[in-house]
């Protein structure tokens, strides 16, 4: 059993208030995790990358979050471009700077940093609009790829086909209910030559809030990743 201090987001205090392993103590702090366990204090903060371990839990080596005291996610907008571009980062497979569209505030010079870490410093676009699907986020990039024939789903399977909060959908109907309420982010592949559409959408208090935060904590602590949910 973990001792955590309540957050000042509710939905984060609901999903640690459901949590088996937590203990939810104290007075709030902020929009973050801020944990004891077995006496030393741990936290889940947001978009901190002066912190060794940061960056998207399924892009990252999982074994140093285990001994690390503090562990930095990316927000909202950063979470879902990563999802997208990560792999294609990853796999040194971009050629020109991708196009972002999206309903949700990408912070440029964060994204940037974590690109760069994948392996990727030649940038992007953002376009943003202010469209409002309720609680959904959504994020689309348009890529050019040095390889055509590169096996895309290979590489999203790679990253993503092991975790319970990064999905891929190519068959459902595209909307936003799709994910309403849930922990998960989905994503699809449409693909055209030498050029691919990643389109990725997330609940603002799922895989682009809340329970991203849990999910880094569960792996610091070595719990089920997908606990509470």
Not at 94 to 116: C, F, G, K, M, Q
Not at 125 to 131: G, I, S
Not at 150 to 175: H, K, N, T
Not at 196 to 220: E, P
């Amino acid at each position: 059993m973990i001792q955590a201090s309540p957050s000042k987001a509710p939905a984060l205090n609901e999903l640690l208030a459901q949590h088996p392993f937590v203990e939810v103590l104290g007075e709030p702090i902020s929009d973050q995790i801020e944990f004891l366990q077995n006496g030393k204090k741990r936290r889940v903060v947001i978009n901190d990358l002066s912190l060794e371990c940061h960056g998207l839990v399924e892009l990252d080596d999982n074994n140093p979050m285990v001994c690390a005291d503090a562990v930095s996610v990316p927000g909202p907008g950063e979470t879902l471009a990563l999802i997208a571009l990560g792999p294609l980062a990853k796999a040194q497979l971009l050629l020109e700077s991708p196009i972002i569209l999206t309903n949700v505030r990408v912070h440029d010079d964060l994204l940037e940093a974590y690109l760069y870490d994948l392996g990727w410093d030649e940038g992007f676009f953002v376009n943003y609009e202010e469209v409002d699907f309720g609680e959904a986020l959504v994020l689309n990039v348009l890529a050019k790829l040095k390889d055509p024939h590169a096996d895309l789903d290979a590489l999203f399977e790679e990253c993503y086909g092991r975790s319970f909060f990064v999905r891929r959908d190519q068959d459902s109907e595209w909307d936003t209910q799709l994910v309403a309420a849930s922990p998960f982010a989905l994503y699809r592949l449409v693909r055209a030559e030498d050029l691919v559409r990643v389109q990725v959408m997330a609940d603002r208090n799922g895989k682009a809030g809340a329970a991203q935060l849990v999910h880094a904590m569960n792996v610091m602590c070595g719990f089920e990743e997908s606990l509470p949910f």
